[in-house]
């Protein structure tokens, strides 16, 4: 059985440009694997793709959910592959693009066997961490010493989860990761690609990726949400994301625009550095490293390197 194409690395790495190119070449078409480009009406600040930028390659799994629902890691993968069958059945070729790691280890290692939701505990979790996450962290690294140094403590979302299943099943994270390999009739088969850059360039990048987000409107946008969010008197997980939050103090008045524009690339340089850590621990089949390569050249080559593998 032919493999399916997974692109992959830290954010602001370009792999969306890149796999558009090489849906282009391949037939193609492009499933997002991210875990805040999902919902609508928050389109600049998660960097979703325009029509223009697609450049006619269709795109699935972006601007699709309401942003009240919450999407976890088992949810996640199954309808990627659903994404995946029905683009087979059109004789195209899926190409997995993002990077959310807990998503992707659910893709190819499996979901755990007790991987449900609990919303009454879940809405409990959520309380206490908005009253004090330090201690939702405490009791984490009380419980799973080892997961603990993967979650950061604003990992709103990967912190309340893994309390959750440990609340559900009365099992650590740890322990149910490493017993993934049990789980796994579901998994795919996949030819994984991670975009690499250089510290300083990805830094610049990401510097410069959040001047862009700002001239589109990036502040009108959380004030639109903000409203919404009002309106439907329901809470957006997604607003807690890096940038929303930040934006939502500054228009608190808790930070003046200065503070906010270099908490906002801070807190993304910290997100890119926790993506490079995750993928390391991931099964990669070929680095690219791209201040070296023209996207349009390296996808010309990569595209026949693929072609008897996907």
């Given at each position: 059985m032919k493999r399916t194409l997974a692109i992959?690395?830290?954010?602001?790495?370009?792999k969306t440009s890149f796999a558009i190119e090489l849906a282009k070449r391949m037939n193609g078409e492009v499933i997002s694997l991210d875990s805040r480009q999902i919902y609508k009406q928050m389109f600049i600040g998660t960097a979703q793709p325009s029509k223009e930028e697609m450049c006619g390659i269709k795109h699935h799994l972006i601007g699709c959910f309401d942003p009240s629902i919450l999407i976890s890691?088992?949810?996640?993968?199954?309808?990627?592959?659903?994404?995946?069958?029905?683009?087979a059945e059109q004789k195209k070729?899926?190409?997995?693009?993002?990077?959310?790691?807990?998503?992707?280890?659910?893709?190819?290692?499996?979901?755990?066997?007790?991987?449900?939701?609990?919303?009454?505990?879940?809405?409990?979790?959520?309380?206490?961490?908005?009253?004090?996450?330090?201690?939702?962290?405490?009791?984490?690294?009380?419980?799973?010493?080892?997961?603990?140094?993967?979650?950061?403590?604003?990992?709103?979302?990967r912190l309340i989860r893994a309390l959750e299943i440990y609340e559900l099943t009365g099992k650590i994270p740890s322990e149910h990761f490493q017993n993934q390999k049990l789980y796994k009739q579901d998994t795919i088969k996949l030819y994984t690609v991670y975009l690499k850059?250089?510290?300083q360039i990805i830094n610049k990048r990401i510097e410069e990726r959040t001047?862009?987000?700002?001239?589109?409107?990036?502040?009108?946008?959380?004030?639109?949400?903000?409203?919404?969010?009002?309106?439907?008197?329901?809470?957006?997980p997604p607003l807690d994301s890096i940038g929303y939050k930040h934006i939502q103090a500054y228009l608190n008045g808790e930070i003046n625009r200065k503070n906010m524009f270099e908490k906002i690339v801070f807190s993304t340089r910290q997100l890119a550095r926790r993506q490079e850590k995750w993928f390391k621990k991931e099964t990669v089949d070929l680095y690219i490293e791209m201040e070296y390569l023209d996207i349009k050249k390296s996808c010309e080559i990569l595209h026949c390197i693929l072609d008897e593998l996907i």
């Open positions: 992959v690395g830290p954010t602001a790495s370009g890691s088992g949810k996640y993968s199954r309808m990627v592959k659903e994404k995946i069958s029905y683009i070729k899926p190409i997995i693009c993002g990077g959310a790691g807990l998503y992707y280890r659910a893709l190819e290692k499996g979901i755990f066997k007790d991987s449900n939701t609990d919303l009454g505990i879940r809405k409990k979790l959520e309380k206490q961490y908005i009253e004090n996450p330090k201690i939702l962290y405490e009791m984490l690294q009380s419980i799973d010493t080892e997961y603990s140094k993967i979650v950061h403590i604003n990992n709103r979302q850059w250089k510290r001047k862009i987000m700002f001239e589109q409107g990036w502040i009108n946008e959380v004030e639109s949400l903000l409203a919404l969010q009002k309106i439907k008197n329901i809470k957006f």
